[in-house]
């Protein structure tokens, strides 16, 4: 739901009532994910997706159902080649939708509300709802920021109340997305529940370092991916919002003086496009010693041994060297700086969510593996 908090948290300020259907389990080549959502309003309107298409129109329907009868509902959608018109994904995977109606006066409007209206403003939140249990609790959600008090809850549960919120804190300071699972008591006993965790935190950083014709390239498709792109160069007839019109920020300063003020996580990606020693060694000496999700250098394979070399000198070890992905990007045979974009872009990619990079034709391995940002487990055991 949280994935199209724009829209909805609109529609919320429009006063507008809606159904939003949300996947909540997958199995298999599923299109999406957990937390991924469409919606439909009160005349009929739909915005999100849940499948990529396979099964939207059934999907639609029970959105606009729930609007009428007021019901939560949970449907599991799979393969079907019994009926040639029959409901399914064609993928062969398998998708359990939680369908929540959110009217005006439904109790959860309000945590939805807040919920909605934090993640269109980019800030860290979490709402979490039962997607499986004792009917009196569907329907009911709380939410969390990384401090403070909650909001909302599940209706006279307090010992459910405090575990689910713990839960969501410790998924929400993650960045992640998933279900857990619980006794509806809020331990591991008792009638069993499912809870999904929707989480939605601040985009996560690019810092493109050079001021380049290849960084332009990159700071549009860092935009692309959702990344927040910050260019830093030292040359500030280079460093414009001319040249660079797509970077959310523009820095100028000497990229080792700038990468050790600038607050950076394990999502950041630094991308060092200068390859000049003067700049590389400094700002890697320090970049590989900090707990950031990627750091890439670019150059020839001359450049990248002369570097290296230069590091060691340094002081910089084998372990910090080896997570220096140099030459940059994957082998595409990219010449333009499109190309080149690109191809660092897909390394970053297959770097964060587990990929080899060889190409699916062909290959026995699955194109959506395990170790995604979907967490499913039990309480106390949240990875």
């Known amino acids: 739901m949280l ?13 507008r009532d809606f159904a939003v259907a949300t996947v909540v389990a997958v199995g298999g080549s599923a299109p999406r994910q957990p937390g991924a959502a469409l919606a439909v309003d009160s005349e009929g309107t739909a915005i999100g997706s849940v ?10 329907e029970l959105c606009r159902q729930a609007l009428e009868n007021g019901e939560t509902v949970r449907e599991r959608f799979g393969y079907s080649d019994d009926d040639a018109f029959a409901v399914g994904l064609t993928c062969g995977g398998i998708i359990d939708i939680l369908v929540t109606p959110v009217p005006a006066d439904s109790p959860v409007r309000e945590v939805f509300a807040a919920g909605l209206a934090a993640a269109a403003r980019g800030e860290a939140a979490a709402v979490a709802r039962i997607a ?12 969390v920021r ?14 459910l109340d405090r575990t689910i919120a713990e839960e969501a804190r410790a998924m929400l300071d993650a960045g992640k997305t998933g279900v857990l699972e619980m006794g509806a008591d809020g331990r591991l006993c008792g009638e069993p529940l499912k809870v999904l965790v929707e989480s939605s935190v601040p985009p996560p950083r690019m ?8 960084a332009s390239a990159l700071v549009r498709i860092g935009k692309f991916l959702g990344y927040r792109v910050t260019l830093c160069d030292a040359r500030p007839v280079f460093a414009t919002k001319t040249r660079f019109p797509e970077a959310d920020e523009i820095v100028v300063d000497w990229p080792h003086r700038y990468l ?18 003067k700049f590389d060694v400094p700002l ?9 999700a990627y750091v890439g250098a670019m150059g020839s394979r001359r450049t990248h041994e002369d570097r290296n070399k230069r590091l060691r000198e340094v002081g910089v070890t084998e372990l910090e ?15 333009s700086p499109e190309e080149t974009a690109l191809s660092i872009a897909a390394e970053i990619v297959a770097n964060r969510r587990g990929g080899t990079g060889a190409a699916l034709t062909g290959a026995h391995i699955p194109i959506h593996p395990d170790g995604s940002n979907t967490v499913v487990g039990r309480i106390g055991s949240v990875a």
């Open 3 to 15: 994935d199209i908090a724009e829209e909805l948290n609109r529609w919320v300020e429009q006063g």
């Open 51 to 60: 499948s990529g298409g396979c099964v939207e129109g059934a999907v639609y």
């Open 132 to 143: 499986e249990g004792p009917a009196e609790l569907m329907g009911r959600a709380v939410l």
């Open 146 to 159: 990384t401090e403070g008090p909650c909001e909302g809850g599940f209706g006279g549960h307090p010992e």
């Open 207 to 214: 810092i493109v370092f050079g001021a380049i014709d290849f």
């Open 260 to 277: 050790e003020t600038t607050e950076v996580d394990g999502r950041t990606v630094l991308c060092v496009l200068t390859h000049d020693a």
């Open 284 to 292: 890697l000496e320090m970049a590989l010693k900090l707990p950031v």
């Open 321 to 335: 060297l080896a997570r220096l992905r140099s030459p940059i990007g994957l082998d595409l045979g990219a010449r």
